[in-house]
């Protein structure tokens, strides 16, 4: 059976590349079992980022209709679930994820792309929530979109499928880079994440979807005692002693 999916593993970030071009990166069950062994491998290696790119002129073509067509049962091994999953994980994983765009993203594929913590399109990449124009509706991806996205500035293109362009993306926050030069933008966001200390970064990534959700008070007693966790921490010895001597932390030392 032919590799979809691969991921490598260098200098600490975790790379998934989706290679099914027969099927513009569809999302068939295959691709996403592989997908998820490629999260278990950055997991495993305690990776600091997890970078999400694809070979082929089409980020992800969203669901593989054929296969879908021809499912015989609802198995939660192959069947939506395992969609929901791998979507879940990637918002979960408590290392960043960064989704590398250079090509077309539709439908199903704008959800898995949503679910990455930061995400950097190409200023060509087209987009287009196509569901309803083959009796569907974009159910399950709704739930990363609308978590970036407010309702009324996604519901032309989830109420009629329009295609819209990587400037309209990122005017409504589905994405967060727009650039000539995904693969350098991408270097940049890593670059950046190893200069912070690991758990600053997981913590951070954790307040971010958690801070939102919390009544005002509580938020500030929450991270109040955060604050006072995390300047008592290794890390931020190490940290505030290479400020004091002008010089990078260098994070690989004890409690980095």
């Given at each position: 059976m032919?590799?979809l999916?691969?991921?490598a593993?260098d ?8 290679d099914?071009q ?20 950055a997991?495993?290696?305690s990776a600091?980022?997890?970078?999400l790119?694809?070979v082929?002129?089409?980020f992800?073509?969203?669901a ?7 499912a015989?049962?609802n198995?939660p091994e192959?069947?939506?679930n395992q969609m929901?999953?791998?979507l879940?994980?990637l918002?979960?994983t ?7 765009v250079?090509g077309a993203?539709?439908?199903?594929g ?5 679910s ?6 190409n200023?060509?990449t087209?987009?287009a ?12 991806i ?5 978590r970036?996205?407010?309702a ?5 293109a ?6 819209f ?5 990122r005017?409504?926050g589905?994405?967060t880079?727009?650039t000539?030069?995904v693969?350098?933008t991408v ?5 950046g994440v190893?200069s912070?200390?690991p758990r600053?970064v ?13 009544d005002r008070d509580?938020?500030?007693d ?14 931020a010895?190490?940290g505030m ?6 010089r ?7 409690g980095?």
């Open positions: 032919t590799e999916v691969r991921t593993l200098g600490g970030i975790a790379t998934i590349t989706l099914s027969h099927n513009r990166n569809a999302l068939s069950r295959q691709l996403l079992a592989e997908l998820h062994a490629g999260i278990d491998a997991e495993a290696a600091r980022a997890i970078v790119r694809h082929g002129p089409a992800c073509a969203g593989d209709l054929k296969e879908r067509a021809a015989a049962d198995d192959t069947g939506p929901v999953a791998a879940q994980r918002m979960d408590d290392r960043p994820t960064i989704a590398a250079n993203v539709r439908a199903g704008i959800g898995l792309m949503a990455c913590d930061l995400v950097v399109v200023s060509s087209t987009f929530l196509t569901e309803v124009r083959i009796g569907v509706a974009a159910a399950i709704s739930v990363p979109i609308l970036r996205v407010p009324g500035k996604i519901a032309a989830m109420l009629t499928g329009e295609q362009d990587a400037a309209e993306a005017s409504i589905l994405v880079h727009v000539d030069d693969d350098g270097q940049s966001l890593i670059d190893r912070g200390a600053a997981r913590e951070t990534k954790a307040l971010l979807k958690r801070v939102p959700t919390l509580v938020a500030f929450e991270m109040g005692r955060l604050s006072d966790e995390l300047f008592a921490s290794p890390e010895q190490i002693q290479a400020f004091k001597e002008k990078l932390p260098n994070w690989s030392d004890e980095a």
